[in-house]
């Protein structure tokens, strides 16, 4: 049976992946870190199968702690491991910067000391990032790009990225950096834009709330479906040679005309709804996001399933049926 381990197993593509490497065979161990409240929401429904409960083990860890990971890598000795924990939110790395760094940055760094230092031979996959292109030098995007990040998010990520093929061609670690465009799902995170639009449409729909505030609704950005995505990351440690690779859709949608798909979806006028709030623009923007992704169709045979339009729907329908629960309670405690 082969192990996977999994660094930020409780977050959307974390849920994800397990599930595929589940679904495939694969014992999956992740690691969680210590938490006042509970942070595995999103890996309860494998939790609650006895027969998948097996083939899951979560272990206490930290990208902050070198020592802890040495030890995980040491006692599991993995076949894969997936590097997704990081601080992942762009706005936010702009008020905890060092923090960002400190995770988002030297943590895959610590990451990959512990696989040289303990002589592992697990393949290793970074989570890299579309934020590292910026300020774009050119459209669409590809693996030749140049990077010019625009966030202390960014430059940790691009820090990573060049760790990972330093280690590659270092160390003859099987590495590959998924530089992956933005991906939803009804499992995001609630205050990144699209679930924050599909969790408030939802619930302005049923009455539980009535304003939506928002920053840069011009901000264009490669969506696909999360689902698809770790698909990808699967597949590039399956390859006989370790790569980097763009992984996107081709198509670029403004925040508007996604506010303009939900709304239209549940027959409200957003403009009446949403106001600007200066909090939510960033110091620096990233005007326009838009990837081709030819290499890994062409090297890994990987493509995108769920278009637009299907994952708008698909967020909506699941944060409409979350509306609702909610409107029970509250109802019921009126
Ligand atoms: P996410 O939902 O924000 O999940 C982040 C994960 O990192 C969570 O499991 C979180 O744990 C964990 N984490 C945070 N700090 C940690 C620490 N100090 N030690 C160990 N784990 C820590 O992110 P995602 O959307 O699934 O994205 C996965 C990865 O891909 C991230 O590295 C992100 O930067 C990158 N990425 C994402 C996208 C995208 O569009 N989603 C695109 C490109 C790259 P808690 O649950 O305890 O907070
Ligand atoms: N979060 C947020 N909240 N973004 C807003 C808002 C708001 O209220 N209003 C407008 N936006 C704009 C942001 O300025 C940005 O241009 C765009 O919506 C997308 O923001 P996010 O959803 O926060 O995602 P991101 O593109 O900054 O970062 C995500 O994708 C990256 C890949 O390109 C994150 O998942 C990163 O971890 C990931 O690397």
């Known amino acids: 049976m082969k192990t996977a381990l999994i660094t930020g197993i409780t977050g959307q593509d974390g849920s994800y992946l397990t599930e595929l490497l589940v679904g495939k065979g694969y014992k999956v161990y992740g690691i969680i870190r210590r938490s006042s409240s509970f942070n595995t929401e999103r890996l309860e ?3 609650q199968d006895p027969h998948e409960k097996r083939k899951m083990e979560l272990v206490y860890g930290d990208l902050n702690d070198a020592s802890s990971l040495a030890e995980i890598i040491h006692s599991l000795k993995p076949d894969e491991i997936y590097n997704l924990g990081a601080q992942s939110h762009v706005r936010v790395s702009f008020d905890i910067p060092e923090y960002t760094g400190e995770i988002t940055g030297m943590g895959t760094l610590r990451l990959l000391e512990a696989i040289r230092r303990t ?9 890299s990032s579309s934020e590292m292109f910026g300020k774009v030098a050119e459209t669409p995007q590809t693996e030749t790009t140049p990077f010019h990040p625009r966030s202390p998010y960014a430059c940790a990520k691009v820090f990573s990225h060049y760790l990972t093929v330093n280690y590659r061609e270092s160390y003859n670690i099987f590495a590959c950096n998924g530089i992956l465009f933005n991906h939803e799902s009804p499992r995001r995170g609630e205050t990144f834009v699209t679930r924050k639009i599909t969790r408030a449409a939802t619930r302005i729909k049923l009455g539980l709330q009535d304003k939506l505030y928002l920053g840069n609704l011009e901000a264009k950005r490669d969506w696909g479906f999360a689902g698809d995505y770790v698909e990808a ?12 690779y763009v992984i ?14 939900v709304f239209c979806l549940l027959n409200l006028d957003w403009k009446k709804i949403v106001e600007i709030d200066p909090r939510y623009f960033r110091p620096a923007e990233v005007d326009l996001l838009l990837g081709d992704s030819s290499k890994a169709k062409r090297q890994l ?34």
């Open 45 to 47: 429904h494998l939790y």
């Open 248 to 261: 996107a859709t081709g198509e670029t949608y403004s925040v508007r005309e996604f506010l303009d798909e």
């Open 301 to 334: 045979g990987w493509q995108p399933k769920i278009t637009f339009k299907e994952l708008v729907k698909m967020m909506v329908k699941s944060d409409m049926e979350l509306a609702k629960k909610e409107k029970i309670l509250k109802d019921v405690n009126e």
């Open 233 to 244: 990351m699967w597949l590039m440690l399956q390859a006989d040679n370790p790569d980097d």
């Open 119 to 127: 002589g592992c031979k697990a393949r290793f996959y970074q989570a």
